[in-house]
């Protein structure tokens, strides 16, 4: 198994928000239920998705590899847990 990208602060921010641990960020990247590339959040980028949460990968660039942000899936959207939308 690969090793977890380096998290950004943005991504650990959200973790803790979320009460998502490291492991678990891990679990849904390498065993993830579908991911998709995407350019929404930037060139480069997948996004990994198991249950209700999703995990956004920068693959290349400037930095790197690394994690983006963790992401709370509700109702096929987003959404932070306060509800606001990652967009707002």
């Known amino acids: 198994m ?6 950004s602060r943005h991504a650990r921010e959200r973790m803790a ?7 678990e ?22 996004t990994y998705q198991k249950g209700s949460v999703a995990v956004v990968v920068q693959h290349e660039g400037k930095y790197g590899e690394f994690i983006v942000t963790v992401l709370e899936r509700t109702q096929e959207a987003y959404e ?3 509800g606001a939308s990652p967009d707002s």
């Open 25 to 46: 960020v891990s679990e849904i990247i390498h065993h993830f239920e579908q991911s998709w590339k995407t350019t929404k959040y930037g060139a480069s980028r997948t």
């Open 2 to 7: 690969r090793p977890v990208p380096r998290l």
């Open 17 to 23: 928000e979320m009460g998502i641990t490291e492991k």
């Open 80 to 82: 932070r847990k306060n």
